[in-house]
């Protein structure tokens, strides 16, 4: 059965309220009575002589029929207080198994990697606005660092898997439909297929991909009925299943729960996990928020479900950023310096042998991503360029602050151009692009010559044109994905060439008897990697640096080989399917035809027999009649079959371009991984 879909709004008042409190005040007094509450009374009285909370745990295992309850509107009437209200008396479903659980000791940003899941045949989900509300409700810790969110591309299981195997995430947040399967005991996510349709995803499924990626803890699902379970098995249930498959802890709703208190429990609930709160004292944190801010008995909707004794699934450490690595003094022999001339006011001399200052301003469009720029800077720094990263910093008073001093103060500034930084630099308020926009913006209004300002990316400029910021202008762009835009950035930045001209030679006295002098030749002399007057013609090790930056790019050809293959066997497996498609129905029409026409023919053979033997004219028309139209059969019959050959023709066509242009793209990465492997060192 699957239950509805979230309301976008819904308000409950205090009739309601003083309900849950009639209703949490029975469970209370049918639970802790006699000497059970006596003992419940000392626990709470020793807890608070220590300065410690009292974890109520509910082992429900031997009476699953009593799971549905909301135990989480416990309601102690004598002092007007819900249990799971406070964080010192938190309430977890617990479950005992025999698996232990050790926190996992992360630095920040906490990583939620996020699926929104709307089939087309299913009630529709306003998924952008689900989305842009998630995004909204972290903006802020995002930007502090706190906390990564990434959105799945597509909301499959397929999707899912293969996310999971490139990247490490902490956090799972489903948001979606949900059920519970009563024919098979069995708690449902129901997913898109690859067509779009739904496809409901059994928590077993679900369980076994979620469970071999270690560095994630938790899993929130935002659907109906996530927390619903089975009234005889223990694990029957989308959360439960999740537990028993190896996450340490689930959290999910027993009810619907409105838009608003889905953005407000999301940010609580974050931020608590990213101070180094246990899991459970984060979600008395965020029902906290729920009571204050909504208004609503909504704080009780959202069910845990832990097998970690101590709450404690992370080691929450203050986010340890990158120490600057040590910049190491141009290299006088690497490239030859020419003689100062006159350039642009803020930049460095050409042939100066001082570290430039750089600043790079980019987004953090992924984890991937953050660590390329990363690396990146690392490499810059290696070869000289004193670079200014915010993964350097452990937290400047004003950040605003610091990127104004980054920038004004820099020689060169660095944008890694994105789609997603571009629009993060022009419509995203509140984001650190943003506020680096407005800054060069300020920079270029004083200081019009584009000379300091340097964009590049990870792609070449045709295909990453759309996420150059138009009041770039001409600016240089910079492809550092590849070895030879990484040395010409290089260049650029130590305002050394990278070919050098050869000094001329004095011209020759022209020969008496009007002889001309012997003609000139003309060498282009191109940088080696040795030093230049050495003669040597062995180029020097590449540096750690870059032999990661090689590494790196032939990691991402690999990725792009692997794609072009899967595409190829996409392919060729749909034109397998449209050529059958073709074919039988290139068979079945005509047949049909055929046959309507046969028995048409053999009974009109016979009325007009009976005519002819009446000896009546309409007998010789009729036949005359039948004549035709059995050769309008015929013809249709023909014509048909010559379409469907024309089509099949057609496709054979366009599979053969096809599939040629995929073999040359494969043979061309192909190319690639070699050309890139080969400018490895050898071992």
Same mark, same amino acid.
């Given at each position: ?194 067509? #779009? ?182 490499? $810059? ?210 047949? $049909?035809?055929?046959?309507? #026409? ?20 309409? #007998? ?64």
């Amino acid at each position: 059965r699957i239950g509805r879909p979230r309301r976008s709004t819904r308000r409950i008042g205090a009739t309601e309220m003083a309900a849950v409190k009639i209703f949490g005040g029975r469970l209370f007094s049918a639970v802790f009575t006699g000497d059970v509450l006596a003992c419940f009374r000392m626990s709470v009285e020793q807890a608070s002589a220590q300065d410690a909370g009292l974890r109520i745990r509910l082992r429900l295992s031997e009476t699953p029929e009593l799971a549905d309850l909301p135990w989480e509107y416990l309601y102690n009437a004598p002092l007007n207080r819900f249990l799971s209200l406070s964080t010192e008396t938190p309430v977890v479903r617990y479950l005992d198994l025999p698996e232990r659980v050790q926190p996992l000791c992360v630095e920040l940003p906490i990583r939620v990697l996020v699926m929104v899941a709307s089939p087309n045949d299913y009630p529709p989900l306003d998924v952008e606005v689900e989305w842009s509300k998630l995004k909204d409700a972290l903006k802020d810790l995002e930007a502090d660092g706190r906390v990564i969110l990434e959105r799945l591309p597509t909301a499959t299981l397929q999707g899912l898997q293969r996310r999971l195997r490139r990247e490490s995430c902490h956090v799972f947040h489903f948001i979606g439909h949900g059920g519970f399967s009563e024919q098979h005991a069995d708690g449902l996510l129901v997913l898109e297929g690859n067509t #779009g349709r739904a496809d409901p995803v059994s928590s077993q499924y679900l369980g076994a991909l979620l469970h071999d990626h270690r560095p994630l803890r938790v899993a929130v699902l935002n659907a109906c009925e996530g927390a619903r379970g089975g009234r005889t098995d223990p694990f029957a249930g989308t959360a439960q299943s999740l537990v028993q498959q190896g996450i340490p802890a689930v959290i999910a709703m027993q009810f619907e729960i409105t838009d608003e208190a889905a953005v407000i429990f999301a940010h609580e609930l974050y931020l608590s996990i990213a101070d180094g709160c246990a899991i459970d004292t984060a979600l008395g944190e965020a029902r906290k928020a729920l009571f204050s801010q909504v208004s609503e008995p909504e704080w009780g909707t959202p069910v845990l479900y832990m097998r970690a004794s101590d709450g404690r699934i992370f080691d929450v450490t203050n986010a340890q950023k990158q120490q600057h690595p040590p910049i190491r003094a141009p290299d006088r022999e690497a490239r030859p310096a020419v003689p100062a001339n006159s350039g642009s006011p803020s930049s460095p001399a050409k042939g100066s042998l001082t570290s430039p200052r750089v600043y790079i301003s980019y987004s953090w469009d992924s984890v991937a991503h953050k660590q390329r720029v990363l690396e990146l800077s690392n490499a $810059l720094r290696g070869d000289g360029i004193e670079t200014h990263l915010d993964q350097y910093e452990v937290g400047p008073p004003s950040w605003k602050q610091w990127q104004r001093q980054q920038i004004d103060a820099g020689d060169f500034v660095l944008m890694v151009c994105t789609e997603e930084y571009r629009r993060w630099l022009e419509n995203e308020p509140g984001r650190g692009a943003h506020t680096d926009g407005e800054l060069i913006r300020e920079r270029l209004a004083a200081d019009p010559d584009h000379g300091w300002l340097v964009s590049l990316g990870f792609g070449i400029y045709r295909e990453n044109r759309a996420a150059i910021p138009a009041f770039v202008g001409d600016a240089d762009y910079y492809n550092v994905a590849h070895h030879d835009g990484y040395q010409r950035l290089l260049a650029r930045l130590l305002g050394q060439p990278l070919v050098v001209a050869p000094p001329v030679s004095r011209p020759h006295a022209r020969a008496s008897g009007g002889q001309a002098a012997p003609e000139i030749g003309l060498t282009v002399l191109e940088q080696a990697k040795s030093p230049t007057n050495s003669g040597s013609e062995d180029p020097s090790p590449p540096t750690p640096s870059k032999v990661a930056m090689l590494n790196d790019e032939i990691r991402q050809a690999e990725r792009d080989l692997e794609t072009v293959r899967q595409t190829n066997a996409k392919t060729r497996d749909e034109i397998s399917v449209r050529e059958q498609e073709i074919k039988q129905r290139s068979l079945f029409f005509p047949l $049909l035809l055929a046959f309507f #026409g046969t028995l048409v023919f053999f009974g009109a053979i016979g009325v007009g027999i009976v005519e002819l033997i009446g000896l009546r004219g309409e #007998g010789i028309q009729f036949l005359v009649a039948l004549f035709g139209a059995t050769t309008s059969t015929v013809y249709v019959r023909a014509k048909i079959r010559r379409g469907y050959s024309a089509q099949l023709r057609r496709l054979h066509q366009e599979s053969a371009k096809a599939l040629e242009n995929l073999e040359a793209s494969e043979v061309a990465v192909r190319s690639k991984v070699a050309s890139l492997r080969a400018k490895l060192p050898s071992p």
